[in-house]
């Protein structure tokens, strides 16, 4: 493992790339650009009543002007916090940019973030202007006002079911884009004067996240030059044109999947889709058929397991082609990983394979016409990486975090089987510590926190990530500093890596490793609940609802015999001794669940302390109904 005091880690010099961006441009004054230049092109596509509604650059550019002067006729201005309490949406993007040219500060909150949660957000950003969803979040926010006393105003997107409500704090979307209108009209050159304003170093996004050590969230401003700077080395991360579809999957809250779909498409011209919820995600992706596409390793593990329960139940025929189909795959995708091309013959038997079968594949999952697959906000199972690869996909993991502007490092198209990072973004740097932290260093670095200063030691960012960097100077993300469990034995697990082996099994929806201080390591189990239900189905095993699922002795086999299967592939000293299972289900919402999309090991913990105390206990199989 390299280390701090020594010249290591990697970097690369700045690419050229054919878009003229000004030095001194912020975000919104390229954006508006990009507005002119572009007119009619689409720029935005949203499903409504069952039909893709598509949405112009020039219709993006006045509706942003008008959420932004919108903002201004309620006094928002240069250095305030707007925030926005919303999945992604259109309206999103318009109050977005317009918050940002009238020179204030967008703040994203994640809309299944609890009334705590929003309310110490709200209160630490001292936010006047706070635009939400729905009725839903509408009500959140009404129910913490009075702790709040700098909140004004409070815009509601989509009124629907509020049309009697009267509030004089509230106003829906549509009203203030009439107060944009009538704003423009009472002051003319207001917008031009603030766009030309705006300055490089000022401020543009507060991202707010929970670190190591605080029991609060803390904002991290991003610059607009921070974010431009991505924008500028877009060419880095993925190749895209104005012929390139986007679909947005996660929340705008995160910071990775913001600058995906609000920055780089200025930049690319992408058309940018917005999915309907999280019920209609695989309609949607097969709707869109989508040429670039980022998600979180739940997604992805989703559709490995998928694709693996049709194997099992697939004609002896079916199963045979996929496997020689695959395997043409893989070999292919090993030597593109070693840095060398394949074969005239393995690029033809290939391209055969990927005609008759692979594709097929593809199809089933939207992913027939995807050039650029991306992977961020956690650790994936090396077997997935090289599954997408043999399918001839460009899959890659992406790096970063809220203070590095969401994006730090990513691996070389060439090596997508490797899961790998092997490059810095251009002009940047990255390295260890001597005790394993990744550092970051670069013009996307963040410019401190608000209220709290910089927390930078020397220029580079201090992640809370551990690393390992390998002889040919690549490196792998491990995992979290403070998730490390230390064994009994002293000896230190990455519990992410393992984690993810399990995850990987189609009947594994979600692992937590448990072992601090212990002898051995031990593990809640999650299951997935529709492959487990339709395995126990096979079986004719009765069953009510989920708890009783994971009471069918035959399930329960099931999970310790896809750990077994885990175990082989670990060290004996990494092995899972045992196992309980969690037999509740979660809603993205709930407290167990961080930024609707993982485990957070705090709250498990303490939901499920009891369950975790008999981990070791005389009965191996045992499970719980109902947190303690």
Not at 506 to 525: F, N
Request: glycine share 8%.
């Amino acid at each position: 493992m390299k280390s701090e005091n020594r010249n290591d880690g990697f970097s690369a010099g700045v690419n050229a790339n054919d878009d003229v961006i000004s030095e001194g441009d912020t975000t919104s004054q390229y954006f508006w650009r990009k507005v002119a230049e572009r007119g009619d092109q689409v720029a935005l596509r949203r499903k409504h009543r069952g039909i893709w509604k598509p949405t112009s650059w020039r219709e993006y550019g006045e509706l942003a002007q008008q959420a932004g002067l919108g903002l201004a006729s309620l006094d928002a201005g240069r250095g305030d916090v707007v925030s926005i309490l919303s999945d992604g949406n259109p309206e999103w993007l318009f109050a977005d940019q317009g918050i940002r040219a009238i020179g204030a500060i967008s703040n994203a909150i994640h809309a299944t973030d609890g009334h705590v949660r929003v309310r110490e957000v709200l209160a630490d950003s001292r936010t006047g202007i706070c635009i939400v969803e729905n009725a839903e979040q509408l009500q959140k926010v009404l129910e913490i006002r009075d702790d709040l006393p700098e909140l004004r105003k409070i815009v509601v997107i989509n009124f629907d079911g509020l049309h009697s409500f009267r509030d004089p704090m509230v106003l829906s979307f549509q009203d203030l884009l009439g107060l944009g209108r009538e704003y423009a009209k009472t002051h003319p050159h207001f917008w031009d004067r603030e766009l030309a304003a705006g300055r490089p170093n000022d401020p543009a996004v507060v991202a707010y996240s929970l670190k190591n050590g605080t029991a609060s969230p803390r904002g991290a401003l991003l610059s607009h030059a921070g974010l431009m700077f991505l924008v500028h080395n877009r060419p880095a991360l993925w190749s895209q044109s104005s012929q390139d579809m986007q679909l947005n999957l996660l929340p705008l809250a995160n910071v990775t999947e913001r600058v995906l779909t609000t920055l780089l498409p200025m930049q690319s011209g992408a058309v940018v889709n917005f999915v309907e919820s999280a019920n209609t995600v695989d309609e949607n992706l097969q709707e869109v058929k989508p040429t670039h596409l980022f998600a979180t390793p739940r997604l992805w593990e989703r559709v490995f397991s998928r694709h693996t329960i049709k194997m099992e139940e697939a004609t002896a025929l079916g199963r045979w082609a996929y496997r020689s189909a695959f395997a043409a795959g893989a070999r292919r995708a090993r030597e593109r990983a070693a840095g060398k091309k394949p074969s005239i013959l393995q690029e033809l038997i290939f391209r055969v394979a990927d005609l008759l079968v692979l594709k097929n594949v593809k199809r089933q999952y939207g992913l027939a016409e995807a050039r650029h697959l991306l992977v961020g906000t956690g650790v994936l199972a090396d077997e997935i990486f090289s599954w997408f690869a043999a399918l001839g996909l460009d899959f890659r993991p992406v790096y970063g975090l809220a203070e590095s502007s969401g994006l730090a490092a990513l691996p070389s198209s060439q090596s997508v089987a490797a899961g790998r990072l092997e490059q810095s973004l251009p002009g940047t740097e990255m390295k260890l510590s001597s005790d394993g932290e990744i550092l970051v260093h670069g013009p996307h670095v963040f410019m401190g926190y608000l209220n709290d200063g910089a927390c930078l030691e020397k220029g580079w960012l201090h992640t809370g990530d551990a690393g390992e960097i390998d002889g040919e100077g690549s490196m792998t993300i491990i995992g979290r500093l403070d998730d490390m469990i230390t064994l009994k034995s002293d000896r230190t697990i990455a519990p992410a890596r393992i984690e993810a082996k399990l995850r990987a099994s189609p009947y594994i929806a979600a692992a937590m490793l448990i072992g601090e201080g212990r002898s051995a390591l031990g593990c809640l189990v999650l299951p997935d609940h529709e492959s487990v239900a339709h395995y126990a189905q096979t079986l004719n095993a009765p069953f009510t609802n989920f708890a009783s699922l994971c009471a069918v002795p035959e399930v329960q086999q099931l999970i310790r015999g896809e750990i077994d299967n885990v175990n082989r592939s670990l060290a004996p000293t990494d092995a899972i001794l045992d196992f309980r299972i969690i037999d509740r289900t979660f809603a993205p919402d709930d407290r167990e669940i961080a930024k609707g999309v993982r485990l957070d090991r705090a709250e498990v913990a303490e939901s499920f302390r009891s369950l975790i105390h008999d981990l070791h206990g005389p009965s191996p199989m045992r499970t719980v109904a109902e947190p303690a």
